[in-house]
């Protein structure tokens, strides 16, 4: 069991992760010809649902656990993965940065509630 400031420290940790990810997404965005190829796939996890958005066949973001919040928690619907994936994708259409917020989760109606209880 990690202690509250390990469990921050992590969180952190991802988020720095998540940014340079971004940025590197948007640099190999930038550099692809087309990015109407950009694909959507949805996938079983063991509590949940991920999503995998790619290029070209080459996945550029794995996503198994609802971002923008700081626990680990999985999406509990296929829909609500494949609305945030969706939203990513329009994102990254737009050139803008491939982040969600907590305010657009709510927007999309996405349930943020939906904890593994199992990991608990």
Do not use: C, H, W
Not at 17 to 22: A, E, F
Not at 29 to 45: A, F, G, P, Q
Not at 83 to 103: D, F, G, R
């Amino acid at each position: 069991m990690l202690s509250l400031n390990n469990k921050r420290i992590v969180i952190i940790i991802i988020g720095i992760v998540m940014l340079i990810v971004g940025f590197n997404l948007l640099s190999k965005l930038k550099e692809e010809s087309r990015i109407n190829d950009l694909t959507i796939n949805i996938y079983d996890i063991d509590y949940g649902f991920g999503y995998n958005i790619s290029v070209n066949d080459k996945i550029l973001i794995k996503q198994s656990s609802i971002p923008a919040i700081q626990d680990i928690r999985y999406f509990s619907t296929k829909k609500d993965a494949y609305k945030v994936a969706n939203l990513v994708v329009s994102k990254l259409e737009n050139n803008q940065y491939p982040t969600i917020s907590l305010q657009e989760l709510i927007n999309l109606k996405i349930n943020i509630d939906y904890l593994n209880e199992a990991r608990e």
